[in-house]
């Protein structure tokens, strides 16, 4: 899991400086979490993160901007409550998440945004 950056950003997901529309970058989709070091919520969904990105490796990249170092890209995407998580799928717009959900929410959300079901 990497975290992000507004240059590691606009290589790996966006480049919003040089699009107006969105034009996802990545090969595969991803999820970004939105997170605060202080932020309780967020550090109960790091290890759900962390499993995930384990779980689907080589099918979906999952990334981590925190919030306070990285206020621009927060700001991009209107983060006002955290964690929010960003699901980009490779073709068609982006999805948000606000709030922690179980790591079975964030499943049914990446089968559902991505078309991805994982065999158990």
Same mark, same amino acid.
């Given at each position: 899991?990497?975290? %992000? ?6 290589? &790996? ?12 970058? $990545?090969? +595969? ?13 967020? +550090? ?9 990105? &384990?779980?689907?490796?080589? &099918? ?14 927060? $700001?991009?995407? =209107? ?6 998580? %960003?699901?980009?799928?490779?073709? =068609? +717009?982006?999805?948000?998440?606000? $709030?922690?959900?179980? &790591? ?10 991505? $078309?991805?079901? %994982?065999?158990?």
């Amino acid at each position: 899991m990497e975290h %992000l950056t507004l240059d590691t950003f606009r290589e &790996k997901v966006f480049d919003f400086q040089t699009n107006t529309e969105w034009n996802f970058a $990545g090969n +595969k989709p991803c999820i970004i979490d939105f997170y605060a070091d202080w932020c309780g919520p967020c +550090k109960m969904v790091a290890p759900v993160m962390e499993q995930l990105s &384990k779980e689907y490796d080589g &099918k979906v990249d999952i990334y981590k901007i925190n919030t306070e170092e990285q206020q621009e890209l927060s $700001g991009m995407f =209107g983060i006002q409550s955290i964690p929010s998580v %960003l699901f980009c799928p490779v073709d =068609g +717009k982006p999805q948000m998440s606000v $709030g922690a959900l179980p &790591k079975d929410g964030y499943k049914k959300a990446i089968e559902s945004v991505f $078309g991805i079901a %994982l065999v158990s």
